[in-house]
């Protein structure tokens, strides 16, 4: 089965709810290493091709396809890639951010595993929304992200017939917007990139 993950990123002044607390450079490694723990947990999927969409191409040591993308939006980033994935023989496309650092590739599988029953996968995330999104066929159903996308997509899911299956665990539900996020996470995240370089970077941020 041919799997493409696509991973929308935000490079230029990124996590701008975290600017009270660190600057933008600090900022800018932060979304970086979480990029590289998730893409970590790609690497051990078989047969998984990530897709990155931004306004920048990252500089990290690990394949894939990059798409530039200066607009505005998670819905537009996600369904470029979603139609790049489909040009390159996608049979599934998975959505993934860039901030949920604590996702491994037993995570990924699950969901993957989960698609013998369900057409449409949604792992969800904190404050209502989603942190993975797996479609098969990847044009199934069209994904439009909101304030409330869990809820949201529910919803359009409910109006199309289409049954999804839902996961909740604690690796998708975590991600990184706000210092209530960080601090959360240090209680967690001990293993990985992001931890090292969060644990770093408080010691020096302002509080």
Same mark, same amino acid.
Request: net charge positive; proline share 3%; with cysteine.
């Given at each position: 089965?041919?799997?493409?993950?696509?991973? *929308?990123?935000?490079?230029?002044?990124?996590?701008?709810?975290?600017?009270?607390?660190?600057?933008?450079?600090? @900022? @800018?490694?932060?979304?970086?290493?979480?990029?590289?723990?998730?893409?970590?947990?790609?690497?051990?999927?078989?047969?998984?091709?990530?897709?990155?969409?931004?306004?920048?191409? *990252?500089? &990290?040591? /690990?394949?894939?396809? !990059?798409?530039?993308?200066?607009?505005?939006?998670?819905?537009?980033?996600?369904?470029?890639?979603?139609? !790049?994935?489909?040009?390159?023989?996608?049979?599934?496309?998975?959505?993934?951010?860039?901030? &949920? *650092?604590?996702?491994?590739?037993?995570?990924?599988?699950?969901?993957?595993?989960?698609?013998? %029953?369900?057409?449409?996968?949604?792992?969800?995330?904190?404050?209502?929304?989603?942190?993975?999104?797996? @479609?098969?066929?990847?044009?199934?159903?069209?994904?439009?992200?909101?304030?409330?996308?869990?809820?949201?997509?529910?919803?359009?899911?409910?109006?199309? +017939? &289409?049954?999804?299956?839902?996961?909740?665990? !604690?690796?998708?539900?975590?991600?990184?917007?706000?210092?209530?996020?960080?601090?959360?996470?240090?209680?967690?995240?001990? +293993?990985?990139?992001?931890? %090292?370089?969060?644990? %770093?970077?408080?010691? /020096?941020?302002?509080?």
């Amino acid at each position: 089965m041919r799997i493409f993950a696509v991973i *929308p990123i935000k490079l230029r002044n990124p996590k701008t709810r975290l600017s009270r607390f660190f600057n933008e450079d600090i @900022r @800018r490694k932060l979304v970086l290493t979480m990029l590289e723990d998730v893409l970590s947990a790609c690497k051990s999927v078989d047969d998984i091709n990530v897709v990155i969409v931004g306004n920048e191409k *990252p500089s &990290i040591d /690990h394949d894939f396809y !990059f798409i530039k993308d200066d607009l505005s939006g998670l819905t537009h980033a996600v369904s470029i890639g979603n139609k !790049f994935a489909i040009k390159k023989g996608a049979e599934v496309t998975i959505f993934l951010p860039a901030d &949920i *650092p604590l996702i491994k590739s037993d995570d990924i599988k699950e969901i993957i595993e989960c698609s013998r %029953e369900s057409n449409v996968v949604l792992a969800r995330s904190s404050k209502d929304g989603v942190s993975a999104v797996l @479609r098969k066929p990847p044009d199934v159903f069209e994904i439009a992200f909101s304030n409330r996308s869990f809820i949201d997509i529910m919803r359009n899911l409910r109006k199309t +017939g &289409i049954k999804a299956k839902v996961v909740e665990k !604690f690796s998708f539900w975590l991600d990184i917007d706000t210092i209530e996020d960080v601090k959360m996470f240090l209680k967690y995240g001990k +293993g990985t990139r992001t931890y %090292e370089l969060l644990k %770093e970077s408080m010691r /020096h941020g302002r509080y």
